[in-house]
């Protein structure tokens, strides 16, 4: 079984920051990217910044200049650094991994229960 924990979410005034963590474990065989996506009231989810297993990043937009996503691959955890936190960065972010949990088993996507973050203006 495969677990992602998120932890960090939380208030903000606009302008300031915050820091996510999500830890991946259980069964774990190979990672071959980490993510986050988020998802606001009465939209769909879509993601903010996802890093591969190499280190290649990709980002939202509207996040690109503020947010940054890092890992610690010993311990399959994934970060993102929020700065210059908007009102419109408001929703519930959601970590996802792409891993296999044996040599022979397909890719699979594996999400943590989410982490609600608020800005305020």
């Known amino acids: 079984q495969v677990q992602l924990v998120e932890s960090g979410g939380g208030l903000v005034q606009a302008g300031g920051s915050l820091r996510l963590s999500c830890a991946a474990s259980?069964?774990?065989?190979?990672?071959?990217?980490m993510g986050w996506y988020r998802q606001a009231p009465g939209k769909q989810r879509d993601l903010v910044a996802l890093i591969t297993r190499d280190g290649g990043t990709n980002y939202a937009d509207s996040v690109k200049g503020r947010f940054t996503i890092s890992t610690d691959n010993a311990k399959d955890t994934v970060f993102l650094q929020m700065n210059s936190l908007k009102p419109e960065d408001t929703a519930v972010y959601y970590c996802?991994?792409?891993?296999?949990?044996?040599?022979?088993?397909?890719?699979?996507?594996?999400w943590g229960q989410g982490t609600q973050v608020t800005v305020s203006s």
């Open positions: 996802k991994s792409r891993l296999r949990r044996f040599w022979s088993e397909l890719w699979r996507d594996y």
């Open positions: 259980g069964n774990i065989f190979s990672i071959s990217d």
